[in-house]
């Protein structure tokens, strides 16, 4: 680790040190998540999503293994399987299910915190350029573990998502069909695609799980960004990781833990879609495709391409929605603004909040039913997702005038009090309000 | 660089550009063995590719004898829903009546069926959109204004000949591979004339 004050380790017993000699663990979580990892002391609530989403990572894999001990990934089998064995047979099978179905969503929900909290405070600025591009490469990880997850319980709408979603494919032209059919293994969603979706299903979490691991490891090298965008100075700007956020990772865990309970037991299929309890039907659609809610941003992009220009609309659609993720992985060479923080870049901050506003539009257009209204809405909004790519976000970046920056981080959690640090958890920091200081 | 190297050789250190024994072994090895890494993935791909017994359903025998005039039946050919529909001399009229310059993939009812059964339209039963199955093919579903087919997730529109005339699907329905192997008997998926 680069911090100079970070606490080394020293193994207390001598058993510790023998296994310090030869397994050195100990040393390397010490370094991870206790006093060997200073953080900037002034980190707000939206640091804890970081930690949420590991967490519901560790419950998806454990809902999920436990699952699969009574998954029948066969074509005739699967439906009953989820919806008769499992919801009705299985001892506390309904629980693990909704817990696994909800889970996936707050997932999804802590990661977007996590992803626009990196976007506003430009966390994904150099030096973390690597720690973004990895987070958004989890992030296609879920979203592709998330699709094929979906496909499972092989109800209507995982039948007909997985049509729609391969579908994506056949956009190509020459190899796009004989692309669709292989990765399905046939002409259509049947056998072969449930079970291999049913084998990457189980595969992906773990491959996530190891990009977790890149992830962390590359943040732990520049170490964490903070609300000001001011980088650490000294040991007085910073806490250890344990016990303090050790303490507060451990009671917001507690807090969103008990929000997703309260869906799990008493809302459990309100982000669900109730076509999925009818079982698939290749022969029949259901009127209204939708995918999860998770995904609507990016069906809307894709439907919202309507005429051919050049290349065929579908096609366009395709590209638009792939291209609308890929551009995420630029960010850190699109934005030159020298202040890292949305906090002190006035223009910055109320496009940022314009484009949470559009993805909120694009997500409403996604999960409604087509309507020509709603289509030239997407349209638009689809527009304004890329506009702050191409032109907004270079302009802004060289013509928002930062306003002043603290000149530490004790200096803006202390608001200029006192020139001497009380002791490190008695200051009375008002958490995620940072006054500039002048 | 523990080897020693004999009178006729070049030392191992040589740096001056020339190829040594060493060099011809090290890339002939690595070369060997990323060819046969390479040739190994190929089980693990093409496994991935229609197994046999999905490719065994290829081809289904359809009995149109009951199929009157006006009227349509769907059956299942590799797990997709293909139409086959016994066009009203009405209906081949209008599909005829329609300039190709009006079509946005521009086909003629001949073309989508064969000579001398100008009334089998036999296409699949998937959107060309984002393959959802369309209505009409059933007694009273909505054929669209079109007469043909009306797709209810996002509105595509097709014609008695099944061709695309409004909404966002970019192609016609497909017209599989089908011969008539009886006078009342198609074979989809056969490789007729």
Redesign the interface.
């Known amino acids: 680790m680069s911090f100079s004050w970070a606490k080394p380790y020293e193994p207390k017993s001598p058993f510790m040190r023998w296994l310090d000699d030869r397994l050195p663990l100990p040393r390397i979580v010490y370094n991870a998540t206790g006093p060997g990892y200073p953080v900037p002391r002034n980190l707000n609530y939206f640091w804890n999503f970081g930690v949420a989403a590991g967490l519901f990572l560790v419950i998806q894999i454990v809902t999920g293994v436990v699952l699969a001990m009574h998954y029948a990934a066969t074509a005739d089998g699967a439906f009953n399987s989820v919806n008769q064995l499992i919801m009705r047979d299985v001892n506390a099978g309904w629980l693990l299910r909704y817990a696994h179905m909800n889970g996936a969503s707050f997932f999804f929900i802590v990661v977007y915190i996590h992803i626009f909290r990196g976007v506003y405070y430009g966390s994904y600025m150099a030096p973390p350029e690597l720690v973004w591009m990895l987070g958004l490469v989890i992030y296609l990880l879920m979203m592709a573990t998330a699709f094929m997850g979906y496909v499972l319980p092989w109800g209507q709408m995982s039948y007909?998502g997985a049509?729609?979603i391969t579908?994506f494919f056949s956009a190509f032209p020459l190899v796009g069909e004989p692309l669709r059919?292989?990765?399905l293994?046939?002409?259509?969603?049947?056998q072969?695609a449930l079970t291999?979706f049913f084998s990457l299903h189980y595969l992906l979490p773990f491959v996530i799980a190891a990009v977790v691991i890149l992830h962390i490891w590359a943040l732990h090298i520049p170490g964490s960004s903070n609300p000001t965008g001011v980088d650490v100075k000294d040991e007085k700007d910073t806490l250890p990781f344990h016990p303090f956020y050790t303490a507060k990772d451990g009671w917001f865990s507690g807090a969103i833990l008990l929000v997703y309970a309260l869906v799990t037991y008493f809302a459990p299929n309100y982000l669900g879609h109730p076509d999925n309890y009818i079982p698939a039907n290749?022969?029949?659609?259901p009127?209204?495709?939708v995918p999860e809610w998770y995904f609507w941003p990016f069906y809307a992009i894709l439907?919202s391409f309507?005429v051919?220009f050049v290349l065929?609309?579908?096609l366009w659609g395709v590209l638009a929605m792939f291209t609308s993720i890929l551009l995420l992985f630029f960010l850190p060479w699109i934005d030159k603004s020298p202040v890292r923080s949305g906090s002190y870049r006035p223009v910055f901050k109320r496009f940022f909040w314009l484009l949470v506003l559009d993805v909120l539009i694009l997500g409403y257009v996604g999960g409604a039913p087509?309507s020509p209204f709603r289509t030239a809405l997407g349209q638009a909004a689809a527009a304004c997702y890329f506009l702050p790519f191409r032109v907004i976000l270079p302009l802004v970046s060289a013509f928002d005038t930062p306003l002043p920056l603290p000149q530490s981080i004790t200096d803006s959690v202390l608001h200029g009090e006192a020139a001497e640090a009380a002791p490190a958890g008695q200051t009375k920091s008002r958490r995620g309000s940072v006054a500039p200081a002048g | 660089m523990a080897t020693k190297a004999t009178s006729a050789e070049v030392s191992d250190e040589a740096g001056g550009g020339e190829v040594r024994r060493r060099d011809f072994l090290n890339i002939a090895a690595v070369s060997f063995a990323g060819v046969g890494g390479l040739v190994t993935l190929a089980p693990l791909i093409i496994q991935?590719?229609?197994?046999a017994d999905?490719l065994a359903q290829a081809t289904t025998e359809v009995d149109i004898s009951k199929v009157q005039p006006g009227q349509g039946i769907?059956v299942?050919w590799?797990?997709?829903?293909v139409f086959v529909r016994n066009l009203t001399p009405k209906e081949i009229a209008e599909a005829n009546a329609v300039p190709l310059s009006a079509l946005r993939d521009p086909e003629t009812l001949a073309q989508r069926t064969k000579p001398g059964k100008p009334n089998w339209l036999i296409t699949l039963?998937v959107c060309t959109?984002?393959?959802?199955?369309p209505l009409g093919i059933g007694e009273g579903e909505n054929r669209g204004p079109y007469g043909g087919y009306f797709c209810?997730?996002?509105?595509s529109m097709y014609d008695t000949a099944a061709r695309i005339r409004q909404g966002?699907a970019?192609k016609n329905l497909f017209v599989p591979d089908y011969e008539f192997t009886a006078p009342t008997t198609v074979t989809i998926g056969a490789k007729g004339k």
């Open positions: 007909w049509q729609v579908g059919i292989w990765l293994g046939g002409y259509a969603p049947d072969a291999r290749p022969l029949a659609t009127a209204h495709i439907r309507t051919d065929a609309a579908k087509i | 991935m590719s229609p197994s999905v769907k299942s590799r797990k997709q829903p039963g959109h984002l393959g959802c199955v209810p997730c996002h509105g966002p970019p």
